[in-house]
């Protein structure tokens, strides 16, 4: 799991989105240059497969779909923030 969403570089892209209260997937794209609908798509089936994500679908007319961090998907952006920290140490030691 871990290494599926660390190797996708727009999953750490939709958590800091999520972060600053970007909750919909075409204010995502547009907010992001390069990031496509369908790279955005399949980035958040797989966070919500992993339950890092819950998607709220909202029954409205027109439809409208928010994305929200769960208490796990909480924890697990700790684990990977304290990986990217100790990344850093590990480089600016060498």
């Known amino acids: 799991m871990v290494e599926t969403i660390y190797g996708c ?18 204010e995502m794209v547009r907010s992001v240059e390069g990031l496509t609908t369908k790279v955005l798509n399949e980035c958040l089936r797989k966070n919500v497969a992993f339950g890092i994500i819950e998607r709220i679908a909202y029954h409205e007319i027109p439809p409208r779909v928010e994305y929200v961090v769960t208490p796990f998907g909480r924890k697990f952006i700790r684990i990977l923030d304290d990986l990217g920290k100790l990344q850093k140490e590990i480089e600016s030691e060498h």
Request: charged share 15%; no cysteine.
């Open 9 to 26: 570089k727009w999953s750490l892209t939709v958590y800091q989105l999520l972060a600053n209260g970007i909750k919909r997937p075409g």
